[in-house]
Structures are given as C-alpha cells and as structure tokens.
C-alpha cells in the first residue's frame, strides 16, 4: 500500500516554510497531498484557485507532490482520498498547543490516521502566511518569504 499524507492548510499565501515542510514530506511518503482547506476564521488574499496555482508552483520538481482543495472536514477528506497520515508544520513552540489540541481532535475523530508534525528549517522560523500578507499589503519586499512565482500570482491577483 503507498503511504499517503496530506499537508493541508490555509496557504494564503504559501511560504518557503510551507514549501519547506512539503519538500521533507516528499521524502517521508509515496505521495503528499498538499490541500487548501476553507478556515471560515480567516480573511482570504488569494483566492482557492489562485492558491492552487501558487502551490504548483512551489512543486513543480516535485512528482509525489499534488495539490488540491477540500471543504468540510480534513479527516473525512483524508478517508476520501485514502490517506492515513497528516503533516503539520512546527515552526516554533508558540504552533504546538493548537496543533496539539487539533490533532487530538482528528485523532478522536478518526483513530487510524496519524497526524505527523515537521519541524520547519530554522530559517523559516519566522515565516507566516499573515506576515507575509502584512508585508505584501504595505508594499514591502517578499523575496526572504515568498518563491519567486507566488510573488507574481500575488501581485497579479491585486492588478489583473
Ligand atoms: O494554515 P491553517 O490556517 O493553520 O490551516 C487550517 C486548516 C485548513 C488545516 C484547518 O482549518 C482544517 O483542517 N480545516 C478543516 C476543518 C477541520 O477538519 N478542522 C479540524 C478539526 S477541529
């Protein structure tokens, strides 16, 4: 059986820490999944299919490496595409409470799935998807944070 993990998340945008996670992901499992899911708590920049561009974009040297978007629940999602892990990214202490208390909740939720936690590189310890939006919305540069490609969907997105 190819072990399965989907990598969901927000990705709004998706960062080199994002990147990064996918990328030891890709090297743990036979495929990852990496899926935008819907938070209903956070204001979009990006639409989903822009999003879903941007995410092919970090992967593109990646061939065990999809992208994709769900709504409703990410365990019932993971069932539905036969994935028996999921892959969070740590960045710092500061993200292990909610992802802790998150991956109780799918494990009570759907025991034969394991939630797997990655430490992100150092050098993207720092890296947020909601600084990066602050940082793009005030016109500051996005190199350090951002590959290349999603700075150009980014900025198309604010001047189609
Ligand atoms: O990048 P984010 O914003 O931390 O990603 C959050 C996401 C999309 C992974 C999370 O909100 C999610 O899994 N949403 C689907 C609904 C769900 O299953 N929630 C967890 C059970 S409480």
Known sequence: ???LAIYPGSFDPP???????A?????LFDGVIVAIGANSLKTNLLSVEDRLRALAS?????PNVQVKAFDGLLVDYARSEGAAFIVRGL???SDFDYEFQVSMANDQLAPEIETVLLMT???YSYVSSTIVREVFRLGGDLSGFVPPSVIKIMESARNP
């Open 121 to 123: 590189s150092w050098e």
């Open 58 to 62: 970090c992967f593109e040297d990646l």
């Open 15 to 21: 960062t080199l820490g994002h990147r990064d996670v």
């Open 1 to 3: 059986m190819p072990r």
């Open 23 to 27: 990328q030891r992901a890709s090297r």
């Open 91 to 93: 960045r710092a202490v």
